[in-house]
């Protein structure tokens, strides 16, 4: 297998039909994306990481992907004709060192544009500064903050879906297969706090009704004593949670109802994330059902681009390092670091980027972007992006423990993940 790329970047012709009503752009000249750029110094992109903190297993395995993916970039010939830098920093998984990183790239570092966050508060805290240094800003988050307006014109999720999309498009099939009696379990911060608005929501759109909400800080170490608080009555526990505690907390949910009866469990795989199925004390999970971005698991439809994607990143058909079958990856997350750094590719020639004057034109290029074929470039499926809202929309799967493995049974269209526009960024000044 080469590591060269086999499809175009997703939605040229949509690109550079957006662009084609904006004077400004044409006037400073659109080059084509295979006319080599006129400075071949290297694009320099910053990675915003959480090496340390709640979100280091993300991290590690973001870090991965996306160092990776660049592999893949540079061997196809970069952006523009030009080499590609990525330059990697940690934020600590922390909302003020976020924005000093961002600081840094901007001011100290050089970088041309920044990438790569997922936790939702410490995006909160550096898109603002983002903003003001009037950088790109590009998440790899799921929150819903991009797309309700809360941040402004520079910062965009282009490479995963939000909370929002992912919660209606799956409530659906959980009302009518698990049951409409709710209890929420969720980190008590800006991530899960969406999934207990946005779920609650989608849950009595469907005449169900979350019967309690509970709230977990994010840096909790120990369970026991939350799980007392879900009612008897509960048809469906739902819970997703975050941080290094994860394998504690599925392990003493097991604990807490041991054999006797329970109510059917839907779980966010973030509370699997890095963590082997196969781990003592989680088998209680047989029959349980996951929502999963990416399926961790091969599945018997997988395509040519899984494959593609698998082999370049290191991860085996279980979801594990091909180097260490204990190291877990966090598949169903990850894909967003991988795919936006080809998001990143494609607006970049779009735009014809020569210098950061341009970053202005790369925000106009992403906002015109319309399709995402499902590609080498986004093996996680196909998508929409929405350039008023700066939000991608794409494919869910819902997932069943069966025999200590997740297997798919259910994907959703791309129609159950919309949502009306809450905000238009495209009418803001930059």
Same mark, same amino acid.
């Given at each position: 297998?080469?590591?060269? $790329?086999? *499809?175009?970047?997703?939605?040229?012709?949509?690109?550079?039909?957006?662009?084609?009503? *904006?004077?400004?752009?044409?006037?400073?000249?659109?080059?084509?994306? %295979?006319? #080599?750029?006129?400075? =071949?110094?290297?694009?320099?992109?910053?990675? #915003?990481?959480?090496?340390?903190?709640?979100?280091?297993?993300?991290?590690?395995?973001?870090?991965?992907?996306?160092?990776?993916?660049?592999?893949?970039?540079?061997?196809?010939?970069?952006?523009?004709?030009?080499?590609?830098?990525?330059?990697?920093?940690?934020?600590? *998984?922390?909302?003020?060192?976020?924005?000093?990183?961002?600081?840094?790239?901007?001011?100290?570092?050089?970088?041309?544009?920044?990438?790569?966050?997922?936790?939702?508060?410490?995006?909160?805290?550096?898109?603002?500064?983002?903003?003001?240094?009037?950088?790109?800003?590009?998440?790899?988050?799921?929150?819903?903050?991009?797309?309700?307006?809360?941040?402004?014109?520079? +910062?965009?999720?282009?490479?995963?879906?939000? @909370?929002?999309?992912?919660? #209606?498009?799956?409530?659906?099939?959980?009302?009518?297969?698990?049951?409409?009696?709710?209890?929420?379990?969720?980190?008590?911060?800006?991530?899960?706090?969406?999934?207990?608005?946005?779920? +609650?929501?989608?849950?009595?759109?469907?005449?169900?009704?979350?019967?309690? #909400?509970?709230?977990?800080?994010?840096?909790?170490?120990?369970?026991?004593?939350?799980?007392?608080?879900?009612?008897?009555?509960?048809?469906?526990?739902? !819970?997703?949670?975050?941080?290094?505690?994860?394998?504690?907390? @599925?392990?003493?949910?097991?604990?807490?109802?041991?054999?006797?009866?329970?109510?059917?469990?839907?779980?966010?795989?973030?509370?699997?994330?890095?963590?082997?199925?196969?781990?003592?004390? $989680?088998? %209680?999970?047989?029959?349980?059902?996951?929502?999963?971005?990416?399926?961790?698991?091969?599945?018997?439809? =997988?395509?040519?681009?899984? *494959?593609?994607?698998?082999?370049?990143?290191?991860?085996?058909?279980?979801?594990?390092?091909? =180097?260490?079958?204990?190291?877990?990856?966090?598949?169903? !997350?990850?894909?967003?670091?991988?795919?936006?750094?080809?998001?990143?590719?494609?607006?970049?020639?779009?735009?014809?980027?020569?210098?950061?004057?341009?970053?202005?034109?790369?925000?106009?290029?992403?906002?015109?972007?319309?399709?995402?074929?499902?590609?080498?470039? !986004?093996?996680?499926?196909?998508?929409?992006?929405?350039?008023?809202?700066?939000?991608? %929309?794409? $494919?869910?799967?819902? =997932?069943?423990?069966?025999?200590?493995?997740?297997?798919?049974?259910?994907?959703?269209?791309?129609?159950?993940?919309?949502?009306?526009?809450?905000?238009?960024?495209?009418?803001?000044? %930059?």
């Amino acid at each position: 297998m080469t590591n060269k $790329l086999i *499809t175009p970047s997703p939605s040229r012709r949509s690109v550079l039909k957006g662009m084609a009503g *904006t004077g400004a752009l044409l006037a400073s000249g659109l080059a084509p994306r %295979f006319v #080599q750029a006129q400075s =071949s110094a290297p694009i320099k992109l910053g990675f #915003q990481l959480h090496r340390t903190g709640i979100g280091a297993s993300y991290g590690r395995w973001y870090e991965r992907t996306a160092t990776a993916a660049l592999k893949v970039l540079n061997d196809a010939g970069g952006i523009g004709g030009r080499p590609v830098e990525i330059l990697f920093e940690d934020d600590g *998984t922390d909302p003020k060192r976020g924005a000093e990183v961002v600081e840094k790239f901007a001011s100290q570092a050089g970088c041309d544009l920044i990438f790569g966050t997922l936790f939702s508060h410490v995006v909160m805290g550096s898109a603002p500064r983002a903003g003001e240094l009037k950088i790109p800003y590009l998440v790899c988050s799921e929150g819903h903050h991009v797309a309700s307006g809360a941040l402004n014109r520079w +910062t965009a999720q282009p490479g995963i879906t939000d @909370v929002k999309s992912q919660v #209606q498009s799956m409530a659906p099939w959980v009302t009518a297969n698990l049951g409409k009696k709710v209890t929420m379990v969720f980190p008590d911060y800006a991530f899960g706090h969406d999934h207990r608005d946005f779920f +609650t929501a989608a849950v009595a759109a469907q005449g169900g009704e979350v019967i309690r #909400q509970v709230a977990i800080p994010p840096t909790e170490t120990s369970f026991t004593r939350y799980f007392p608080q879900i009612p008897t009555e509960t048809e469906v526990l739902y !819970h997703v949670m975050v941080g290094p505690a994860v394998l504690t907390f @599925v392990k003493e949910l097991g604990e807490f109802y041991g054999t006797g009866a329970r109510p059917e469990i839907f779980g966010f795989i973030d509370s699997l994330e890095a963590v082997n199925i196969a781990s003592p004390g $989680l088998e %209680f999970l047989e029959g349980t059902h996951f929502w999963e971005g990416h399926p961790r698991y091969r599945q018997e439809d =997988s395509t040519e681009f899984e *494959t593609f994607y698998r082999a370049a990143v290191g991860v085996d058909d279980t979801g594990a390092s091909t =180097s260490d079958p204990n190291d877990i990856s966090t598949y169903a !997350h990850m894909f967003s670091a991988w795919e936006t750094l080809f998001v990143i590719k494609a607006t970049m020639e779009a735009a014809g980027y020569q210098a950061p004057a341009d970053r202005q034109k790369v925000m106009e290029a992403l906002e015109a972007m319309t399709d995402m074929a499902e590609s080498n470039e !986004h093996p996680q499926g196909p998508k929409v992006f929405n350039g008023k809202t700066h939000q991608v %929309f794409g $494919l869910q799967s819902i =997932s069943r423990v069966e025999g200590g493995k997740l297997v798919r049974v259910h994907q959703t269209s791309m129609e159950d993940g919309l949502y009306p526009d809450e905000v238009d960024y495209t009418t803001m000044s %930059f």
